[in-house]
């Protein structure tokens, strides 16, 4: 089947999660910025670094399917799984901004990124295996470095958010910090993606 009914599903799902996200942003009961900082400050943040991971699993979702012909049944599940991973993270998100960054909060949206990378991995790999291993989309992630570095850095923010000085706050800001490396380490464009799905148009 082709993907065209696949990617119109997944892009109105992450819409309808940064809608929700944005939704949770409490309005400031004042009127200047020590208002706005005091109501809204952290969610802010959290907001935002969750809508730059929304951002780039959407972008790489379509560039991804840009060097996809055809899809099969196995792919559609893999990208409901994918999808189910991202859907949590409002909540995750929330229960972060809620808590003022708690360790047990920021653990479980660090398990939440790293579910959705291996999510992500898995839908990758059997389009790679159902393309074959001369695919267009093989030749652009290559040894897909990128991607398992991520998983490595995930597992060190939650191992540091868990570990590190347990009777404070460094470890959590810590294992932030990894979240945050990670997201501008995606934010970077793919050559080799853009660059194979324009060898791929052209040969079209």
């Given amino acids: 089947m082709k993907t065209s009914r696949l990617e119109a599903f997944s892009d109105g799902v992450l819409a309808i999660i940064i809608t929700i996200m944005v939704l949770e942003l409490k309005t400031p009961e004042g009127h200047d910025f020590a208002a706005l900082r005091h109501t809204t400050g952290t969610a802010l943040l959290s907001y935002?670094?969750?809508?730059v991971y929304v951002g780039i699993y959407w972008n790489?979702?379509?560039h991804m399917f840009q060097l996809v012909g055809r899809i099969s049944g196995s792919v559609l599940w893999a990208n409901l799984g994918l999808l189910f991973c991202l859907s949590l993270f409002p909540f995750t998100t929330?229960?972060?901004?809620?808590?003022?960054?708690?360790?047990?909060?920021?653990?479980?949206?660090g398990?939440?990124?790293l579910a959705?990378?291996?999510?992500?991995?898995?839908?990758?790999?059997?389009?790679?295996?159902?393309e074959g291993?001369?695919?267009p989309?093989?030749?652009a992630v290559g040894r897909d470095l990128k991607g398992k570095g991520s998983v490595v850095l995930y597992l060190a923010g939650i191992a540091a958010a868990l570990v590190i000085d347990r009777g404070g706050r460094v470890g959590i800001w810590v294992g932030i910090g990894f979240f945050?490396?990670?997201?501008l380490m995606w934010v970077i464009p793919d050559r080799r993606i853009d660059r194979a799905v324009r060898e791929h148009g052209a040969t079209e």
């Fill in 94 to 109: 929330a229960w972060m901004d809620e808590t003022d960054f708690a360790r047990t909060p920021v653990v479980a949206y």
């Fill in 116 to 130: 959705a990378a291996v999510a992500y991995f898995v839908l990758q790999s059997l389009i790679i295996h159902g």
């Fill in 111 to 113: 398990v939440n990124l």
């Fill in 137 to 139: 989309l093989q030749r």
């Fill in 180 to 183: 945050v490396a990670v997201a």
């Fill in 133 to 135: 291993g001369d695919s």
């Fill in 48 to 51: 935002l670094l969750s809508f």
């Fill in 60 to 62: 790489n979702h379509h």
